[in-house]
């Protein structure tokens, strides 16, 4: 790639007159040597895998193997079809907030999903990306180009910093995720380079320091509903970057500032199912819960 910072992302961007999907479309097909045709297929391919997995997730429940999860999208949808006009947040946040869900339960009962940037934030991209199709009535493949966006944050956070949670904790997945999806959804709303690059500071800084802390070592309890939460901040995160909200410390710092507080942090917070919520009272009974079970069965 020609880029290694967000920066000069977006100065590359500024100097070819081309949105970051663009770029990192051309930078793909020069890289893999596949054609234009092709590596837009691919990525339209993986598009409607995470549109499948959101419609799968909300036509029935996807129950865990271990029985912990799997009702909660269609919960929170039944709830937004209940009460559109009065929900908190909003229809489009209640929205984004149940497609998340439903692509983490899919992942978790064992279903197909596309990893972004891991399976365990799997559901952001899907959830902010087809809630904002559906209420905007954007192509295919405009969300295709937003998933080149994507990828191309997504690149440089995983090469100046990291986006497993073994590695920087739950900040590194959760958060990155969030960061590639603001990001992308600036560009998508017609936003500029320079725009998507801040969107994507100020979701990642709004994360800096969440722990990866598994119930019973699954990615269940608390990682499907930090995707469902993840998706609304994305969508916050575009909204100020739209506004004219920029990120006081560059982008880029901010990866350089998750990569230090990853590992600074403790072992048993970096899923381990050590610490944090993994550790507490109900957090240990459950684990034991399922030892048992498992040693029974």
């Given at each position: 790639?020609?880029?290694?910072?967000?920066?000069?992302?977006?100065?590359?961007?500024?100097?070819?007159?081309?949105?970051?999907?663009?770029?990192?479309?051309?930078?793909q097909?020069?890289?893999?040597?596949?054609?234009?045709?092709?590596?837009?297929?691919?990525?339209?391919?993986?598009?409607?895998?995470?549109?499948?997995?959101?419609?799968?997730?909300?036509?029935?429940?996807?129950?865990?193997?271990?029985?912990?999860?799997?009702?909660?999208?269609?919960?929170?949808?039944a709830?937004?079809?209940?009460?559109?006009?009065?929900?908190?947040?909003?229809?489009?946040?209640?929205?984004?907030?149940?497609?998340?869900?439903?692509?983490?339960?899919?992942?978790?009962?064992?279903?197909r999903?596309?990893?972004?940037?891991?399976?365990?934030?799997?559901?952001?991209?899907?959830?902010?990306?087809?809630?904002s199709?559906t209420?905007?009535?954007?192509?295919?493949?405009?969300?295709?180009?937003?998933?080149f966006?994507?990828?191309?944050?997504?690149?440089?956070?995983?090469?100046?910093?990291?986006?497993?949670?073994?590695?920087?904790g739950?900040?590194?997945?959760?958060?990155?995720?969030?960061?590639?999806?603001?990001g992308?959804?600036?560009?998508?709303?017609?936003g500029?380079?320079?725009?998507?690059v801040?969107?994507a500071?100020l979701?990642?800084?709004?994360?800096?320091?969440?722990?990866?802390?598994?119930?019973?070592g699954?990615?269940?309890?608390?990682?499907?509903?930090?995707?469902?939460?993840?998706?609304?901040?994305?969508?916050?995160?575009a909204?100020?970057?739209?506004?004219?909200?920029?990120?006081?410390?560059?982008?880029?710092?901010?990866?350089?500032?998750?990569?230090?507080?990853?590992?600074?942090?403790?072992e048993?917070?970096?899923?381990?199912?050590?610490?944090?919520?993994?550790?507490?009272?109900?957090?240990?009974?459950?684990?034991?819960?399922?030892?048992?079970?498992n040693?029974?069965s």
């Open positions: 790639m020609r880029f290694h910072t967000l920066q000069e992302l977006a100065r590359l961007c500024d100097q070819e007159g081309v949105t970051i999907g663009e770029l990192m479309l051309a930078e097909c020069r890289e893999s040597g596949r054609t234009r045709e092709l590596e837009l297929r691919k990525m339209t391919d993986y598009y409607l895998i995470m549109k499948q997995a959101v419609s799968e997730g909300l036509k029935e429940d996807h129950p865990s193997r271990s029985g912990l999860t799997g009702k909660d999208a269609r919960q929170v949808h709830y937004l079809q209940r009460e559109a006009e009065a929900t908190l947040a909003g229809a489009p946040a209640a929205a984004a907030m149940a497609y998340a869900l439903a692509v983490s339960e899919v992942n978790a009962s064992m279903g999903i596309v990893a972004t940037p891991t399976a365990g934030s799997c559901g952001i991209i899907p959830g902010s990306f087809v809630g199709q209420r905007f009535g954007w192509s295919d493949e405009h969300m295709t180009m937003g998933l966006c994507a990828g191309a944050i997504g690149y440089v956070i995983a090469n100046r910093s990291f986006v497993s949670g073994a590695e920087g739950c900040q590194a997945e959760v958060g990155s995720a969030i960061a590639m999806a603001a992308a959804l600036a560009e998508l709303r017609g500029t380079p320079a725009q998507a801040h969107a500071g979701a990642l800084k709004n994360t800096l320091g969440l722990i990866c802390d598994p119930v019973g699954l990615v269940e309890i608390p990682c499907i509903v930090r995707n469902g939460f993840g998706a609304v901040n994305a969508l916050a995160a909204d100020m970057a739209l506004a004219g909200v920029r990120s006081a410390i560059p982008a880029d710092e901010v990866v350089d500032a998750m990569r230090e507080v990853g590992a600074a942090m403790p048993k917070h970096r899923e381990t199912a050590q610490g944090g919520l993994a550790a507490t009272p109900t957090g240990r009974r459950i684990m034991d819960e399922l030892y048992r079970r040693s029974s």
